[in-house]
């Protein structure tokens, strides 16, 4: 179990280094210089840096600008979600009673808490599509529906 222990532990270690640098930051903010000497040490733990944000912002619209706060909530979401989901990721791996977390743990994490499958990665097998059942009542309405459409 090291490697998930020390899987677990490494990124609970980025969690306390994120929390003390926020305590940096606002620490720091008051005293005004020192501000920019606490920013380091955060993008070096951060998955994702402002000018990757940037980067895909751009690609979705040339012309837009995020505010800086705006920019600052997004990355702490997404150091948030990583460190969720590599946690949930360990979890699953010692309830296997295995030493290592593997893709399957991930997938297994992301498809039942965010409903989100990544295709090219782990198990080649092809996901059946789940469609949803309708029922009675639904077509009831669609019924109506269609017919108040009909007479407009």
């Known amino acids: 179990m090291p490697g998930a222990a ?16 926020g305590q ?3 620490s720091s903010a008051g005293a005004g210089s020192s501000g920019s000497g606490a920013q380091p040490p955060d993008t070096a733990t951060q998955i994702l840096t402002k000018p990757r944000l940037q980067e895909l912002v751009r690609e979705i619209d040339p012309t837009e600008q995020l505010d800086e706060e705006v ?6 979401i997404a150091d948030d979600f990583v460190e969720n989901t590599v946690n949930a990721a360990c979890l699953l791996a010692k309830h296997r009673k295995v030493a290592k977390v593997e893709v399957r743990d991930v997938q297994l994490h992301l498809e039942r808490n965010w409903n989100m499958w ?3 990665f ?3 097998e092809l996901r059946p599509y789940k469609r949803a059942t309708v029922t009675e009542a639904h077509k009831q309405r669609l019924a109506l529906i269609r017919k108040a459409i009909k007479k407009y």
Do not use: R, V
């Not at 020390?6 to 609970?12: F, K, M």
């Open 6 to 21: 020390g899987l677990s532990n490494s990124a609970a270690g980025n969690s306390s280094s994120s929390g003390s640098s």
């Open 24 to 26: 940096k930051n606002s």
């Open 71 to 76: 920019e600052e909530l997004l990355l702490q």
């Open 118 to 120: 990544i295709p090219g």
């Open 122 to 124: 782990g198990t080649d």
